[in-house]
């Protein structure tokens, strides 16, 4: 079983659309999990991240962790286009990121 | 500080020849990740080195891969041969412990 488990998509919204994306895990250790947006051709950027359970909001940004059921989470309220990209999700123990695949989002003016 | 610098940003090369990808980390960070990522699997860790030493190379695929980091400044990823499957997009980023990574813009490797 790997480490973390994402969705690939593609996911295709239109503008203004509630984006949910979401990731799995295994490892009881992690203690923060990081959400990276990639655009193309570029490499990761660090969009927010979030340490133990409970929710985080930056802007049109949430983030969600639910260490329980080992379930991660990234809402996106009124999508934009800028928005296209590709959204990583990222547990860590400290030391280590374990990177999901990504999933592939685009938003349709 | 400029980021993470990675070098080259595109390589092409013939099956069986060496190739060295270079990194150069954000000043003061002491953790330092290589990464492949393909579109099948996705970024996979190669190694990864604190305070310049490897401390997880799991992630290197073969014998062919080597990595080193002589200094705090700068790291190398070498495979010798290289093989068409080792085409990929190459990061390099760099941390503080228990802090974000931040990754350089990528090394494209083509082997034909």
């Known amino acids: 079983q790997k480490e973390v488990e994402q969705d690939p998509g593609p996911l295709s919204v239109p503008e203004g659309a509630i984006v949910s994306l979401n990731c799995t895990y295994s490892?009881?250790?992690?203690?923060?999990f990081m959400w990276y947006r990639q655009y193309s051709r570029k490499g990761p950027e660090l969009l927010m991240y979030?340490?133990?359970?409970g929710n985080k909001e930056d802007g049109r940004f949430t983030a969600q962790v639910d260490k329980s059921s080992k379930y991660i989470s990234l809402f996106i309220r009124d999508s934009q286009p800028s928005d296209s990209a590709t959204y990583l999700c990222?547990?860590?123990?400290?030391?280590?990121?374990?990177f999901g695949t990504g999933t592939s989002l685009t938003v349709i003016p | 500080d400029a980021g993470v610098i990675q070098s080259p940003r595109h390589e092409v090369t013939e099956m069986g020849q060496e190739v060295t990808l270079r990194c150069k980390p954000i000043?003061?960070?002491?953790?330092l990740f290589w990464y492949r990522q393909t579109m099948m699997r996705g970024l996979e860790l190669l190694i990864y080195?604190?305070?310049?030493?490897?401390?997880?190379d799991s992630g290197m695929p073969e014998d062919r891969f080597s990595a080193k980091m002589p200094n705090a400044s700068f790291s190398t990823l070498k495979i010798q041969p290289s093989e068409p499957r080792d085409s990929a997009v190459y990061f390099c980023?760099?941390?503080?412990?228990?802090?974000?990574?931040?990754f350089g813009q990528g090394t494209r490797l083509t082997v034909v």
């Open positions: 979030t340490y133990s359970s």
């Open positions: 980023a760099s941390s503080l412990v228990g802090n974000e990574a931040f």
């Open positions: 490892n009881s250790a992690f203690q923060y």
């Open positions: 000043s003061g960070h002491n953790s």
């Open positions: 080195f604190n305070n310049n030493v490897p401390i997880d």
């Open positions: 990222a547990p860590t123990t400290g030391n280590q990121f374990y």
